[in-house]
């Protein structure tokens, strides 16, 4: 899904994001800008950190706010590569 919206907002963005998987990392990128997925945590380059779950119904727990996988993937996408 990452791949996706990143894509999506690249088409209206003079930048575009690197998505990169690890064992039990996700990490995207876009310009100097990055937000890092582990197992419990979601930390952005700004250096704020906020706990993170995939629940197994398709949702993210997200700094204990749960939202639909998808919305919450194109959100962060959107905030990362639009500011």
């Not at 582990?38 to 949702?59: C, H, I, N, V």
Request: proline share 0%.
């Amino acid at each position: 899904m990452l791949r996706s919206y990143a894509a999506a907002h690249g088409l209206n963005s003079k930048q575009f994001a690197v998505i990169e998987f690890g064992e039990d990392v996700i990490v995207m990128r876009a310009g100097a800008k990055w937000v890092r997925f582990t197992q419990g945590e979601m930390e952005r380059s700004d250096g704020s950190r906020e706990s993170f779950a995939l629940l197994e119904e398709g949702t993210v727990e997200l700094d204990s706010k749960i939202d639909e996988m998808d919305f919450a993937a194109e959100r962060i996408t959107r905030e990362l590569m639009l500011g």
